[in-house]
């Protein structure tokens, strides 16, 4: 009881560590690209919190009218087609490999972009898509779930999914943090086609408006939000691993199979 009871406290700790990192990365990416705290500090000749006099170098001291209301001098109104796109691989059942990893819709937990359940193409019944690994998966059937993640391995997923990608590096993770909001996902859901079964697809989702920085913005925010996402990725492995671990060991613990050294045997 103790050895499974710690697997599943390091299982919880894991899962708590990722939704933290989670909230610290939306947090940044809100201030920088929301309420452009950065910008805003510098128009009052303050230096912008919790970032070198490098990178708040980089942001400007004035805004400017756009079609989105006031944003940043320099900085564009566009919409996230402008640095995403979505990958369309189609793969028929017969041609998907049994072991394949596989994510379909009920994978995938609601508001967390950490997965830690998947199946395998052994259990596919139909034709899917094929994603790569740190490709963000959008739920696009019943969108108000708010079923969006970051494809922790490369695998095959439902076609009720849209795998996107960013058109270049330095994009990534504007693009993640961008399409997860809340704001966004309200917004695809009220444009969603359906009533009893709404889907959004990708021209709806893909023209949600969003605020583009310079790219040496875009490449200071991804140098400082990518490991965060990398980490939580890393952990869904983790936390995979350790669940098998903890299901194949209970019946052999039960059965006897497996025997634990106790203080005396040590001794002895």
């Known amino acids: ?107 995938i937990p609601r508001k967390s972009l950490f997965l830690n359940n998947w199946g395998i193409g052994a259990d596919v019944t139909s034709n899917k898509h094929r994603f790569l690994r740190y490709d963000l998966l959008f739920g696009k059937l019943r969108p108000y779930f708010h079923k969006i993640i970051i494809a922790p391995f490369n695998g095959i997923c439902s076609t009720d999914i849209l795998v996107i990608r960013s058109l270049e590096p330095h994009w990534y993770s504007l693009m993640t943090l961008g399409l997860s909001q809340e704001s966004v996902v309200d917004n695809v859901t009220n444009q969603s086609e359906g009533t009893r079964m709404p889907r959004t697809n990708w021209n709806q989702v893909g023209s949600q408006p969003i605020v583009i920085p310079s790219k040496k913005v875009a490449i200071a925010f991804d140098a400082l939000i990518l490991p965060m996402l990398q980490r939580v990725v890393e952990m869904a492995h983790e936390n995979r691993h350790l669940s098998e671990l903890r299901d194949t060991q209970l019946p052999r613990l039960i059965s006897g199979k497996i025997r634990l050294n106790q203080p005396e045997d040590a001794a002895a």
């Open 1 to 107: 009881a103790h050895i499974l009871g710690t697997l599943d406290d390091k299982i919880e700790l894991n899962r708590q560590m990722a939704q933290t990192l989670e909230s610290i990365a939306r947090a940044i990416f809100k201030s920088w690209f929301v309420d452009f705290d950065p910008v805003k500090a510098k128009m009052e000749g303050k230096q912008p919190e919790g970032m070198s006099e490098e990178v708040a170098a980089l942001f400007p001291d004035k805004f400017v009218e756009s079609k989105l209301g006031m944003i940043p001098e320099g900085w564009a109104s566009g919409k996230f087609s402008d640095i995403s796109e979505n990958i369309r691989i189609n793969i028929r059942k017969d041609a998907i490999n049994p072991n394949d990893c596989y994510i379909g819709l009920e994978h």
